[in-house]
């Protein structure tokens, strides 16, 4: 399953999705209802699961168009139920078990009640069960990912001997297909690995395919200033020169998803060569400062997220701002221009 949700982590979903379908991925795993209809109005065909939320009046528009939920409540059951029979079909859904995320799911030591009670709804499907995983990237969580698988095929178990075919079976997300084969069932939900954004989520020892950042974020300058020593760069002033100083305008701002927590501490290459953050970020600007880069011109072409040796990565700026690649590239707003090649 490749996970587009979040816009494709901020990558276009779209246009990833028609790639991904053509590359015959066998599930979409998207978090909103909205999500699955955005890709169904754009033709995509493939199976959808909508892994999240479910609110009351969205449950006829994932029906009718063909997008699998993903229950928790027994009232998510007699909602679909009721438009099953009111359509005169069986609605396939899956069911989330909690074997220790703590987040949603049917408790896995409720799991055989649950199971058991679904039988008297006969509109319906479970076609699948799916749990997730806390921390089975952590190499130290062993034990605890162990419990979870086991707590899983209970969960199994107890649902078909209740009588529910169990066509889809699966658990593990990117970190937990890589570092755990016991928890890859018969679907992996593949988020991150898709987008090559594993680099701040494995540990570094760890043993993975090899991963490419399927995303960059380029800019260029738009204006290159000299500037003599003493002067103030940016809002709030935290940052002067203290030599002559050749600095670059750079057309991104923290409203196109740029950290401004990277001000005075970020970087991007130009000309293959770092290039220090100075000043604030702002709405729509970002300095630069380039007076060691030889050449230096404007519309040279600015990398602000990249892959090649020196460039930052998303993980890069993730670190430096307190979090993980995976927010970086959900940030990026639609302002930014998706390109793809
Ligand atoms: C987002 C999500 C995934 C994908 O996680 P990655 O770490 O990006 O692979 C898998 N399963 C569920 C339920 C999710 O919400």
């Known amino acids: 399953m ?15 999705a028609r790639r991904l379908e053509q590359e015959g991925v066998d599930w ?5 209802p909205e999500e699955g209809l955005q890709l169904r109005n754009a033709g995509i065909n493939t199976p959808i699961l909508c892994l999240g939320g479910l609110w009351p009046g969205q449950d006829s528009g994932l029906v009718d168009n063909q997008i699998t939920p993903v229950v928790y409540k027994t009232s998510q059951l007699e909602a679909l139920d009721k438009i099953g029979r009111g359509r ?3 609605v396939d859904l899956h069911v989330k078990i909690d074997t220790g995320m703590g987040r949603v799911g049917i408790p896995f030591d409720e799991a055989a009640e649950f199971a058991d009670a679904a039988r008297k709804f006969s509109n319906i499907c479970i076609d699948g069960l799916l749990t997730h995983f806390a921390a089975a990237e952590n190499p130290d969580e062993t034990a605890f990912t162990t419990q979870q698988i086991d707590r899983f095929d209970a969960a199994c178990e107890a649902f078909r001997l209740a009588g529910h075919s169990l066509t889809w079976i699966d658990l593990a997300n ?3 297909a890589i570092t755990c084969p016991a928890a890859r069932g018969n679907l992996v939900r593949l988020g991150g690995a898709i987008y090559g954004l594993l680099d701040d989520i494995l540990p570094p020892a760890t043993e993975r395919p090899e991963l490419k950042a399927a995303l ?30 050749k600095i670059a305008l750079v057309p991104i701002g923290y409203a196109d ?32 400062d380039v007076t060691e880069i030889e050449g230096v011109t404007e519309a040279d072409e600015v990398v602000l997220i990249g892959s090649k040796e020196g460039e930052p990565t998303a993980a890069d700026i993730a670190r430096l701002v307190g979090t993980i690649g995976y927010e970086i590239t959900c940030g990026i707003t639609p302002r930014v221009p998706r390109v793809f090649r």
């Open 257 to 288: 998803g740029y950290p401004r927590g990277l001000s005075n501490i970020g970087f991007a290459t130009i000309r293959g060569t770092r290039a220090p953050i100075v000043g604030r970020i702002s709405m729509d600007w970002t300095m630069f």
């Open 216 to 245: 960059s974020l380029r800019s260029e300058i738009a204006y290159l200033r000299d500037v003599l020593p003493g002067e103030s760069v940016g809002y709030g002033r935290t940052f002067t020169t203290e030599r002559p100083t």
């Open 2 to 16: 490749a996970v587009v949700k979040a816009d494709a982590y901020g990558h276009g979903v779209i246009a990833v």
């Open 174 to 176: 990117s970190p937990a």
């Open 28 to 32: 979409f795993g998207v978090a909103l």
């Open 88 to 90: 005169g079909i069986r």
